[in-house]
């Protein structure tokens, strides 16, 4: 059964760092894209960035390009959202997602199959 775990979340000031997790289970021989996603209340759910488990490759959305850094672990069971310079923006509940044999690397939401449950991030400004 595929599953997904998000943690690291909480409440930083603006222009701090945090560090999200995402523990990956059930993944053993599938190819697959992890993507995080976000969703500040009153506003629909938006793609930040994701990562092919394929080659590694990343994408990520303009607004946090240079900002925010996706990786994997060594033993490739979790994901990473490294996110530096945060803004009150940034607030949300921020999902990890996993599309199943990814065609491409991208942030369609409708292509991803599997979700956490969410962690709230909050900045203060």
């Known amino acids: 059964e595929v599953q997904l775990v998000e943690s690291g979340g909480g409440l930083v000031q603006a222009g701090g760092s945090l560090r999200l997790s995402c523990a990956l289970s059930?993944?053993?021989?599938?190819?697959?894209?992890i993507g995080w996603f976000r969703q500040a209340p009153g506003k629909e759910r938006e793609g930040v960035a994701c990562?092919?488990?394929?080659?590694?490759?990343?994408f990520y959305a303009d607004d946090v390009e240079g900002r925010f850094i996706i990786s994997r672990g060594n033993a490739k069971n979790t994901v990473y959202l490294q996110m530096h310079n945060l803004t009150p923006e940034d607030t949300a509940v921020y999902y990890c997602?996993?599309?199943?044999?990814?065609?491409?690397?991208?942030?369609?939401?409708?292509?991803?199959?599997?979700w956490g449950q969410g962690t709230q991030v909050t900045v203060s400004s």
């Open positions: 059930g993944f053993t021989g599938k190819d697959y894209a």
């Open positions: 990562i092919s488990s394929r080659d590694g490759s990343k």
């Open positions: 997602a996993a599309e199943i044999i990814p065609l491409g690397i991208g942030l369609t939401l409708q292509l991803y199959d599997y």
